[in-house]
């Protein structure tokens, strides 16, 4: 009995040619099994040098770069909506008496923002931008997203809501958008910003974000004088918006418009807030200045005084309040012939409430009157007159007819 690691005796060694060719077998056997190895695996076969896969199921070879194209949700809707947004300048004369000829200068563009095409009709295209986007301009020059620039005129604009339409001649506008609905959306809910942020370099910039909140109340100041005239309703949205964006589109992944970016809050202090006006809240009025030139509103006849501004002496000899009202609204001067006037209103009535609602100043009056009612209402004012609580019936007219 030999034991398994006991080499061989010398006549149990084979000789040398059987050593050669039992060495020749096992290469060919080696080979062979690699051959089959290397054909049974798809790309690993002799004379077949690729590697790799793309996205689209390409092959390519191992020395050359992948290609791979992207889609998701907010490529998507950036495609639909993007043609869409435009850009706006803000053509006024510049000129002084040293600039030109009897003191006449060259129209430049003082300013630009954004706009957004909703309609291409019989010829003509249609924009809707911001009211302090095209604000005392002289002209109007648009920048289509292909870079080609047409002259647009203001068909109208209004400073409550910041919003204003412009015309275009529509022959090389291809894109419009489609308007979505700001009521369905909520909170955290993807949202896109397109717009110009500083100027026509950047346009068609894209920025995104979610729906930070909606029906959020910000404070304007409408004329400059550092009082608050107004409180915007708008939707936060963490998305960027620099100056430039203002007039362009918040966008859906669906690619529809829900908002038109406004403002933002600018402070070193604050950073991702930003301003869009609901496009529910819009349409009204882009409809009312496309048809009309202008958004007509209701009106009572009448100027006002936020009471919080009468001094304590001034509420007591004058106004002779009583000393439980704090807030409301002193009716300054009554226009003749108005819904106040005709309904019996008074020079320091003070408003304190509309329709059962409590009425606390200016802003709060304002929105009542313009989100509330509509021309031909009749509204329901309750105030006190001389200390006597009081009430009445105001039928309410156009704006324009006072």
Do not use: C
Not at 157 to 172: K, R
Not at 361 to 373: F, S, V
């Amino acid at each position: 009995m030999g034991y398994y690691n006991q080499p061989p005796t010398r006549s149990q060694r084979p000789g040398r040619g059987g050593t050669f060719l039992a060495g020749i077998a096992g290469v060919v056997v080696g080979a062979l099994v690699v051959w089959l190895l290397f054909s049974s695996v798809p790309g690993l076969a002799p004379g077949n040098n690729t590697a790799t896969e793309t996205a689209a199921g390409k092959t390519e070879g191992a020395s050359s770069s992948n290609s791979v194209e992207i889609t998701t949700d907010v490529t998507e809707a950036v495609e639909i909506a993007a043609d869409a947004v435009v850009g706006i300048s803000n053509l006024q004369e510049t000129g002084d008496f040293w600039s030109g000829s009897n003191g006449q200068g060259e129209e430049q563009a003082v300013g630009s923002g954004s706009g957004v095409i909703y309609k291409n009709e019989g010829g003509r295209a249609f924009a809707v931008t911001n009211h302090h986007v095209v604000d005392g301009a002289n002209d109007l020059e648009v920048t289509l997203s292909d870079g080609s620039k047409i002259e647009a005129e203001i068909v109208g604009s209004d400073i409550w809501s910041d919003l204003a339409v412009i015309e275009m001649d529509g022959a090389d506008v291809e894109a419009t958008v489609k308007f979505g609905d700001s009521e369905a959306l909520k909170q955290g809910e993807t949202v896109i910003a397109i717009g110009n942020p500083l100027g026509l370099d950047f346009s068609g910039s894209v920025t995104t974000g979610v729906v930070s909140g909606t029906d959020r109340a910000v404070p304007v100041d409408l004329d400059g004088d550092g009082q608050e005239d107004w409180q915007a309703e708008v939707l936060q949205t963490d998305a960027a918006i620099n100056p430039g964006n203002s007039g362009g589109a918040l966008i859906n992944l669906a690619g529809q418009l829900i908002g038109i970016n406004s403002m933002k809050i600018a402070t070193a202090s604050v950073e991702g807030i930003g301003f869009a006006i609901p496009i529910n809240s819009a349409r009204p009025i882009i409809e009312s200045l496309e048809s009309t030139g202008e958004m007509v509103r209701p009106a009572m006849g009448v100027t006002l005084v936020d009471l919080i501004q009468v001094p304590q002496g001034s509420r007591q000899e004058t106004l002779n309040l009583p000393e439980d009202v704090k807030a409301g609204v002193v009716v300054d001067s009554v226009v003749e012939n108005s819904a106040a006037a005709d309904a019996g209103m008074k020079q320091y009535d003070v408003i304190v409430e509309m329709d059962g609602k409590p009425v606390g100043d200016i802003i709060e009056l304002r929105q009542h009157l313009y989100n509330e009612k509509k021309i031909g209402d009749t509204l329901t004012v309750k105030a006190y007159r001389d200390g006597k609580e009081m009430e009445f019936q105001l039928e309410l007219v156009d704006n324009s007819e006072i």
